[in-house]
């Protein structure tokens, strides 16, 4: 893989993990449940928790 693959394929996931965090930061708003919020996004419960520790700041 060339230099230039990799940053592209680095570019590409740091960008979903970007639309991941908003999806869990919107569903934190809505109210969803931190199991529902898991069930949609794949994530773990600590990851969820330290996204949502991070809107309090």
Not at 7 to 36: F, N, P
Request: proline share 0%.
């Amino acid at each position: 893989m060339t230099l230039a693959e990799r940053l592209r394929e680095e570019g590409k996931e740091e960008g979903m993990k970007k639309s991941l965090e908003k999806v869990v930061q919107k569903s934190i708003i809505k109210g969803l449940a931190t199991e529902d919020i898991i069930e949609i996004t794949g994530l773990s419960k600590t990851e969820i928790e330290n996204i949502r520790k991070g809107m309090l700041i």
